[in-house]
């Protein structure tokens, strides 16, 4: 599957009929979703960190990419996968790049902050367009904006922030740009100021996916929530068989 199929799943949609992305943590809950007809998928870092016993953020790069490459053979080739790498885990872009194509992922998340401190906007957008270059159009760059997650130092005004990443974000070669945790009724705002796709988080006690779309997201992740309760589930299982 190439990343231009997985680039047109975001364009000529609807309001209200937003692409809506589960993130699948493993072989099998990606088979899973698969099945139940989603088009694409894409992996939840934190998901894959908890299915592999670490903490969110610390799983070696490695062993990202041989979760990301599994949960790819466990899908149709009909079915692109975007796999979300953090901030790059340090590599280069060409090596990044690489990296992605080889566990067949055609698309990647890349977030503008490390361990807890947003990335100076010009230099991350330096180094989207880094990848750009690297990849050409054979990945799907979804640009996260983490304005809402460590603030925006130097301005009291998120949202503007994030409206400027994200512009420098799209004009250095972005697909799509993902201001997660942006709070539902900016959403409107932000789809208006932004060229392109918005990508929005959906949340157990928020908005349901229709809903952010008539808001303006065009795409819909999960982060780790599917595995949480996923998780869940096998927790009242657990509590079941003792009390068998």
């Known amino acids: 599957m190439t990343a231009s199929v997985l680039r047109s799943l975001h364009h000529d949609r609807a309001p209200g009929d937003p692409l809506v992305l589960p993130g699948p943590w493993d072989a099998a809950s990606a088979r899973a979703f698969a099945e139940a007809g989603f088009p694409a998928l894409a992996t ?3 998901g ?17 990419f041989a979760a990301v490459a599994r949960i790819v053979r466990a899908v149709p080739a009909s079915v ?21 194509l080889e566990s067949g992922a055609v698309g990647c998340n890349l977030e503008d ?26 990945l799907f760059v979804n640009a996260r904006v983490d304005t809402y997650v460590h603030g925006s130092p130097g301005t009291a005004d998120p949202e503007a922030e994030t409206v400027r990443r994200a512009l420098l974000y799209v004009a250095a070669g972005a697909d799509c740009v993902y201001p997660i945790l942006a709070p539902p009724e900016a959403l409107p705002r932000l789809a208006a100021a932004v060229p392109g796709p918005l990508n929005a988080l959906a949340l157990p006690d928020g908005p349901a996916p229709r809903r952010l779309g008539e808001l303006g997201a065009t795409r819909i992740t999960f982060g780790p929530g599917l595995q949480r309760r996923a998780l869940a589930a096998v927790r009242e299982i657990a509590d079941e068989l003792r009390k068998a």
């Open 48 to 64: 894959i960190a908890a299915s592999l016993g670490y903490e969110d953020g610390a799983t070696p790069a490695a062993e990202m």
């Open 44 to 46: 939840p870092s934190a």
């Open 113 to 138: 902050s490390v361990d807890g401190t947003l990335v100076e906007a010009e230099r991350q957008a330096d180094r989207i367009a880094a990848v750009r270059e690297a990849a050409g159009d054979l």
């Open 80 to 100: 692109p996968v975007s796999a979300d790498v953090e901030a790059g885990y340090g590599l280069a872009p060409k090596e990044l790049v690489e990296r992605l």
